[in-house]
């Protein structure tokens, strides 16, 4: 099925750890997002590409970087994983382009604890 | 970005039409108002989006008044699976400006 996949769905890091999320879609879309999602609070963004070969901060960018490895993949990086990080990652996609906002296409998010 | 602001929480019965009003009062000219839905475990699923007057979908239906200012989400005769967190959010997309989540409307539908 076309759409964002997101891998892996959960993970378990120690605090120091690193690992990097890893986020594609089948879509063509030119923007992509990373959020996060704390328990019984909205999203909000980490990161965004809005097209290949850019990058861009959002509300809480601190302690992660991206890659944008082309026009399918964004990744998300955490060099020094810590327990404020634990949370639901979610990558999602758009087309980014025109007057018109598109939807957004969401994949199905990774849970991470950090301990 | 515009803010938006919504009830924190509604409650309703099978059947029911429900009623999800948000408010942007800062809304821009070029902004389009956009509605997301949320089940636990899930990421956001786009419902409807609109720019003035009515939008209908197989979904749902989307009222925004003349000034923009606000806008409502109809839902036709929920049912227990439409329990979930419902997003507005105001933004438009010129240049892959991103959106920002508030916390949503927690939808409860009883039996």
């Known amino acids: 099925n076309a759409g964002v996949t997101q891998t892996p769905k959960f993970q378990v890091l120690k605090t120091g750890q690193s690992m990097t999320l890893q986020c594609a879609q089948d879509?063509?879309?030119?923007?992509m997002y990373w959020y996060r999602q704390d328990p019984g609070m909205g999203l909000r963004l980490i990161y965004y590409?809005?097209?290949?070969?850019?990058?861009d901060k959002g509300e809480v960018p601190n302690g992660y970087n991206v890659s944008r490895l082309n026009k399918r993949e964004f990744s998300l990086r955490l060099e020094s994983a810590a327990p404020s990080q634990t949370s639901v990652y979610f990558c999602?996609?758009?087309?980014?382009?025109?007057?018109?906002?598109?939807?957004?296409?969401f994949g199905s998010g990774t849970r991470l604890t950090v301990v | 970005l515009a803010k938006t602001t919504q009830p924190i929480s509604m409650d309703s019965y099978e059947g029911q039409e429900v009623n999800i009003t948000c408010s942007h009062n800062?809304?821009?000219?070029?902004?389009?108002i956009t509605w997301y839905q949320q089940f636990p475990s899930q990421g956001p699923r786009f419902i409807i989006q609109?720019?003035?007057t009515k939008v209908t979908n197989e979904v749902a239906s989307l009222f925004i008044p003349a000034d923009r200012k606000s806008s409502t989400l109809s839902l036709p005769r929920v049912s227990l699976s439409d329990t979930a967190v419902y997003y507005c959010?105001?933004?438009?997309?010129?240049?892959?400006?991103?959106?920002?989540f508030g916390s949503g409307t927690q939808l409860t539908v009883l039996p």
């Open positions: 800062n809304i821009a000219t070029n902004d389009y």
């Open positions: 590409s809005a097209s290949e070969g850019t990058t």
């Open positions: 609109g720019y003035k």
């Open positions: 879509m063509n879309h030119n923007s």
């Open positions: 959010l105001v933004g438009d997309s010129g240049s892959a400006r991103q959106l920002t």
């Open positions: 999602a996609s758009s087309t980014g382009t025109g007057k018109k906002l598109n939807g957004y296409t």
